[in-house]
Structures are given as C-alpha cells and as structure tokens.
C-alpha cells in the first residue's frame, strides 16, 4: 500500500515570495508517479505538476517546480512568486504501478497574504 | 476541449431516496474514477474502471453504493438508499495512459437531509 505524509495542515507566504509545500510518501513499488493539484475554495481540483519514479530531472510548470529527493521518498512543490490566486488548499497524490488508482495527502491550506 | 463533466453540480434529497450521480469523461481517456471528499476522510476512492470495466471497486462503503460505466463516455454512481453520512463532495476523474494525470470534474456536492 502507498501512503502521502503532509505535514504542514496550513501555510501563510507573502505575495510575491516563494513557499515550498512539504509532501513525504511511502511505497515499496518502485514505479510511481507523484502529483500535486490545487483545490481552491469553489471547490474544483486542478492539476497542477507530475514527476515520475524514473525522471531524472526535477519536474517544472510555469511557477511551479518540484522538489523531487527520491532517497528521502519527498516531493515538495515550490510555488514562485506567490499570487493572490495561489490560495487555496493543496494536495499531494501518488499512484503506482501495481494500484493504478491515486493515494491522497490530507492537505496544505496555503494563504497568500498581499 | 471539453473536460470531465459531472452532474448534478449539487444534490439535496431526504434520506432512503435513490441518488444518481452522472460522469462524462474526456474523450480518449480509458479509466475512469470515482473519488469522494469528506472533512473526516479527505479523498478516498470509490471505484476505477479501465475501459468500461470496473477494476478496484473495495473502496465502496457498502452494498448500498454501485457504480456502472455502460460506455465510454458515460458513467454513474448511485446510492439507494441514501443516508446522512453520505453526505460529501463526489468527484469522479478521468485519464489515458499510467504517466498521464487524472482530470478531475467540479463534483458533485452532495447533501442527505
């Protein structure tokens, strides 16, 4: 079984700062793909950036980047130049290749201050 | 190009009716999911189906919950009969191949007077 490990329930970052959202995960499969989406408060979730098990350099999406450290089985998403927009509540997933099916984190409430 | 479309966009009803929940996936997606979303439990997953054929379906509270994806563009949940403690926000996703992300829908928010 897969597990996703976020440690921080809330995150405050000022406007136009960088944040870096902390994610761990756990599985013994040595194929797997880690995801991050944004849940803003209307409700919709909305992918955001993927790395896989295999990739050898850290995934990028316009401000978004990830952290990938494998040996330490952590995904962190860094978020750049913080926006009004960014804040909402955010998720960390993992599916592997043996359970095809996304394992969530419970979730970092980030707040962007102006 | 259109996204994962769900229906209704919410739903209120009184306890032991029968609820339907509607999905569209995205055209040329082959595996369809069914996530719900509680306060208590976060995400968890109900049911995936991998062309049409529904593969892991232990994440399925109880007998009262069933799913069914007659085609490849079309999929549903239902619950019969309803309770309060199903009271949640229901997703349901889509995707191609294992690499690629899964797309969600707005969900549907769901309330069992």
């Known amino acids: 079984a897969q597990k996703i490990t976020q440690t921080q329930p809330g995150m405050f970052v000022q406007e136009k700062e960088a944040v870096t959202l902390d994610c761990t995960y756990d599985t013994s499969d040595p194929s797997y793909g880690l995801f991050w989406y944004k849940q803003p408060s209307s409700g919709e979730m909305i992918f955001l950036i993927y790395q896989g098990s295999y990739d050898q350099q850290n995934a990028t999406e316009g401000r978004y980047s990830l952290n990938f450290q494998k040996a330490r089985k952590s995904a962190n998403l860094v978020i750049s130049a913080s926006q009004l927009g960014d804040s909402a509540m955010y998720f960390c997933?993992?599916?592997?290749?043996?359970?095809?099916?996304?394992?969530f984190g419970s979730g970092t409430q980030l707040t962007v201050l102006p | 190009d259109a996204g994962v479309i769900q229906s209704p966009r919410h739903e209120v009803t009184e306890m032991g009716q029968e609820v339907t929940l509607r999905c569209k996936p995205i055209s040329g997606h082959n595996s369809l999911f069914w996530y719900r979303q509680t306060m208590m439990r976060g995400l968890e997953l109900l049911i995936y189906f991998n062309n049409n054929v529904p593969i892991d379906d232990s994440g399925m509270p109880e007998d009262r919950f069933s799913a069914k994806m007659p085609n490849a563009s079309f999929s549903t949940l239902k619950i019969q009969p309803s309770e309060p403690r199903d009271s949640a926000v229901y997703f349901c996703?889509?995707?191609?191949?294992?690499?690629?992300?899964?797309?969600f829908g707005d969900g549907t928010r769901l309330s069992i007077l």
């Open positions: 997933a993992i599916d592997t290749g043996s359970a095809r099916q996304l394992t």
């Open positions: 996703a889509s995707s191609s191949t294992f690499t690629q992300p899964q797309h």
